[in-house]
Every structure is written in C-alpha cells, then in structure tokens.
C-alpha cells in the first residue's frame, strides 16, 4: 500500500463569475478518496488557460474541425492519464480515420470542470469556450447536472478547499452561480405574501416560486398533459434566464486560504495517511447513513410528486421545475453556439448513471425532445454504456463513480460514430 500513495488536492481556485475553476499552469495526483491508491493514480496537468488540456491556439486553419466537450468531472476524466480519457481517444481516432475520408485536421479540446452545473457551463461557453469558436459542442449531462443549476451552494467538504458552514445538518457555503426563470428574483417576503395567498405554510411547496413564476409553471404543467411540445418550447423560449454569480465568493475566498492553511499545511497537495483517512471516514459515515436514510425516504413520494433532495431536508424544488429551468440554460446555450455558427450536440447519460429513479426518464425524454425541437444533435450515451454493463463488463470504477477506461472509450466511440454520420 505504501507503493500506492494517495493524495488530496485542491486544484482550484475561486471564480466570481464561475464559482470556481481549474488553476492555470498547475499539476496534481487524482488517486480517489482512500488512504491508499486502490484504482487509479492519474497525472493530471492544467494549461495555461485553465483547463486539463493541451495548449491550444484560438485560431484554427480552415482545414481544422474544432470540437469541444462541455461538462463537469465525467469530461475532465481525471481518473485516467490524459490519453486515455475519451477526447484524446477520439481525436487519435478522427486523425486516423475519419481525416483519411474528409481531409480535415481534428481537434478535440477538453473543457471539463468538476463540479459544474448546466448554468456554469453554459456561463465557461461564453466566457472561455467561445473564443476558439468550435464546430461541434458535445454537453455531457445527468441529473447532477441539471440539481447543480438550481443550487447556490457547495456542500461536499474540502473537495473546493473549504470546509462545512451554516446550522444543524445544512452546512453549505455559497459557492455557486445559479439560474431561474423569472423577471426578477423573489425575496422572502414575496414568499410570505405568496404562502399567504396560496393558503399553505409547506416550504417545500413554496420552493418552486423562487425559480418560476406561479402562473408559467401551470402553464407548463398544462401544455405537459397535452403533449404538445412544441408549443412547450415556444412557451419557453418566452420566458426570461436570468443567472446570479456566487453570493458568496468573498468568503470562498478566504475561507479556501485558511483551509489550505490549516488543513493542507500551506499546500494544494498532500499525502493521506492511514490514521487520517480512518478518523475522517468514521466521522463522516454515520452522517452518511442519516441521509441516505433520509433520502430513500424522500423517493417513496415521487410518485405523488417528482422531488430531490440533498439528504437533509426537503430542499430543491420539484423536478418539473428543476427540468425546465435547465431545459431553458440548453436553450440559452443552443441559441448562443448556433449564432457562432457551431453545432450544438446532447450526450444524454441520465438513465445510466442511476436508472433506477423514475423521475430520470422524464428527464432523458425532455432532452430528446428539446433536442428535435431546436435541431441540437442527440446521442442516447446510457443505451451503450448500459448495454455494456448487462453484459458483464464494467464502464465505471468499483470504488469511483466516473467512466473507467472501458466508459471513456464507449463515449468517445459514440461521439465518432455521429461525426462520421455527418460527413457520409
């Protein structure tokens, strides 16, 4: 085990506008979360614009086809050595066949970063990702995805560098962008003066209201019973997107320096050791238990109402709500890559990654259907990646919940398979 060391590092920095980021020109150890290295030790190396990539050059020949992976850790693949994660596997693979049919050069460029929601991606496209103006946008999404965009906080500890914050057994800290529907935000005495008109005190009821007005989410329901979608996305290409940048950002700040400080001596990597790794583990597994206790509990009512939850409280608001929101940023972020004249491409994974939830394939029929609607591109990743797995193989890690290197080379297969349709 001493021949596997493990280490923890805290690869990024605070982002006013992004919540966080990868650190430009920086290296770091991605070994799990065990005291020893059980499954992997991958190098992972960030270049100079902040992104586990080569270094690349924004302008690009006529003869270049540019693509760009968008999306959170299952892009930055950083279980793996850079070359095996599945957009250096296809763009190895473009160059060696597809350029033999078109005569083109392929570019594959990374633009992963762990973490993200849909609203933080499609902020990282207009502020990094456009300026190398691809010609094909691949977006990796399930449903972390979709819960990160309506929500302003971080809660997992030390992965960002800070610690757990607030009361009793909600300890977040404000680290997010988040995104709603509406003219304006609510405070809470529109929801007092909501609640009030609405007859109920539920705050669960409630939570919709701060991401959707109350008469546009009825309209949605409404249209949802008649199946008339493209009416649906004529209604929502109506609506407003407005995205608020981390509240709290300032503290993020300072609270990451006096972890880094106190917990990571002063460094962005450490060593773990055995004892540390035990006396963390036993603190944090009873906690666990609680929650997931809580929240299978919270499963039991999705068929009277679609609802997640982190664990501890009833706490994001109805899946709809959840739903088109997000299917609002896609919309947004479509709209935004077809004016740069790309083409925008939906790697649907939700029904893999855990298909036993109901309310995930409300989820994937929706991303099908704004992908018909507004002419996106569309692979149905989970069908590949949960075929493989019925038959015996593994496309993830035992201990880890990211694509292994059977995962990786199934989506960059996936990908080529579509390019190559698009060129017959």
Same mark, same amino acid.
């Given at each position: 085990?001493?021949?596997?060391?493990?280490?923890?590092?805290?690869?990024?920095?605070?982002?006013?506008?992004?919540?966080?980021?990868?650190?430009?020109?920086?290296?770091?150890?991605?070994?799990?979360?065990?005291?020893?290295?059980?499954?992997?030790?991958?190098?992972?190396?960030?270049?100079?614009?902040?992104?586990?990539?080569?270094?690349?050059?924004?302008?690009?020949?006529?003869?270049?086809?540019?693509?760009?992976?968008?999306?959170?850790?299952?892009?930055?693949?950083?279980?793996?050595?850079?070359?095996?994660?599945?957009?250096?596997?296809?763009?190895?693979?473009?160059?060696?066949?597809?350029?033999?049919?078109?005569?083109?050069?392929?570019?594959?460029?990374?633009?992963?970063?762990?973490?993200?929601?849909?609203?933080?991606?499609?902020?990282?496209?207009?502020?990094?990702?456009?300026?190398?103006?691809?010609?094909?946008?691949?977006?990796?999404?399930?449903?972390?995805?979709?819960?990160?965009?309506?929500?302003?906080?971080?809660?997992?500890?030390?992965?960002?560098?800070?610690?757990?914050?607030?009361?009793?057994?909600?300890?977040?800290?404000?680290?997010?962008?988040?995104?709603?529907?509406?003219?304006? +935000?609510?405070?809470?005495?529109?929801?007092?003066?909501?609640?009030?008109?609405?007859?109920?005190?539920?705050?669960?009821?409630?939570?919709?209201?701060?991401?959707?007005?109350?008469?546009?989410?009825?309209?949605?329901?409404?249209?949802?019973?008649?199946?008339?979608?493209?009416?649906?996305?004529?209604?929502?290409?109506?609506?407003?997107?407005?995205?608020?940048?981390?509240?709290?950002?300032?503290?993020?700040?300072?609270?990451?320096?006096?972890?880094?400080?106190?917990?990571?001596?002063?460094?962005?990597?450490?060593?773990?050791?055995?004892? +540390?790794?035990?006396?963390?583990?036993?603190?944090?597994?009873?906690?666990?238990?609680?929650?997931?206790?809580?929240?299978?509990?919270?499963?039991?009512?999705?068929?009277?109402?679609?609802?997640?939850?982190?664990?501890?409280?009833?706490?994001?608001?109805?899946?709809?709500?959840?739903?088109?929101?997000?299917?609002?940023?896609?919309?947004?972020?479509?709209?935004?890559?077809?004016?740069?004249?790309?083409?925008?491409?939906?790697?649907?994974?939700?029904?893999?990654?855990?298909?036993?939830?109901?309310?995930?394939?409300?989820?994937?029929?929706?991303?099908?259907?704004?992908?018909?609607?507004?002419?996106?591109?569309?692979?149905?990743?989970?069908?590949?990646?949960?075929?493989?797995?019925?038959?015996?193989?593994?496309?993830?890690?035992?201990?880890?919940?990211?694509?292994?290197?059977?995962?990786?080379?199934?989506?960059?297969?996936?990908?080529?398979?579509?390019?190559?349709?698009?060129?017959?």
């Amino acid at each position: 085990m001493y021949f596997n060391p493990s280490y923890k590092a805290i690869p990024f920095k605070p982002d006013p506008i992004l919540g966080w980021r990868f650190i430009p020109n920086t290296e770091h150890i991605v070994t799990g979360n065990h005291w020893y290295a059980r499954e992997f030790s991958a190098h992972v190396k960030i270049n100079s614009q902040g992104f586990r990539d080569v270094e690349r050059e924004k302008v690009k020949d006529e003869n270049t086809v540019r693509i760009a992976l968008l999306g959170d850790s299952m892009i930055a693949g950083r279980q793996l050595d850079f070359e095996k994660t599945a957009g250096q596997i296809l763009e190895k693979r473009l160059n060696n066949e597809l350029a033999l049919k078109t005569g083109k050069k392929y570019e594959v460029l990374n633009f992963g970063v762990p973490g993200y929601g849909v609203d933080q991606i499609n902020l990282n496209w207009d502020r990094q990702v456009a300026k190398y103006k691809p010609d094909f946008n691949f977006i990796y999404l399930f449903e972390k995805n979709y819960l990160r965009t309506i929500s302003k906080t971080w809660c997992a500890r030390g992965f960002l560098g800070i610690d757990s914050f607030g009361n009793n057994d909600r300890k977040c800290l404000d680290v997010r962008p988040f995104a709603i529907i509406r003219k304006k +935000s609510v405070d809470w005495f529109d929801i007092v003066k909501y609640r009030k008109q609405e007859g109920f005190n539920a705050t669960t009821r409630s939570l919709d209201f701060f991401y959707i007005e109350p008469e546009n989410l009825k309209k949605i329901k409404q249209l949802l019973k008649t199946k008339k979608n493209k009416v649906t996305f004529l209604f929502l290409e109506k609506l407003p997107l407005l995205t608020f940048p981390p509240m709290g950002y300032q503290k993020f700040v300072s609270e990451q320096n006096k972890y880094i400080e106190i917990e990571m001596n002063g460094k962005r990597t450490k060593k773990i050791d055995r004892r +540390s790794f035990i006396r963390s583990y036993l603190s944090n597994l009873n906690k666990k238990i609680v929650q997931f206790s809580k929240a299978r509990e919270e499963e039991k009512q999705w068929d009277q109402e679609a609802r997640y939850t982190t664990g501890s409280s009833n706490d994001f608001p109805s899946w709809i709500t959840t739903n088109f929101v997000n299917l609002k940023v896609l919309q947004d972020l479509g709209n935004y890559i077809k004016k740069n004249k790309g083409k925008f491409v939906i790697i649907d994974s939700f029904l893999f990654h855990d298909p036993v939830i109901p309310p995930l394939e409300f989820a994937s029929t929706w991303l099908k259907n704004l992908s018909n609607f507004n002419s996106y591109g569309y692979i149905p990743l989970y069908e590949k990646l949960n075929q493989t797995k019925e038959s015996g193989l593994s496309v993830k890690w035992e201990y880890d919940p990211h694509l292994n290197e059977l995962g990786n080379k199934i989506f960059a297969d996936e990908i080529f398979d579509y390019l190559e349709k698009q060129t017959s």
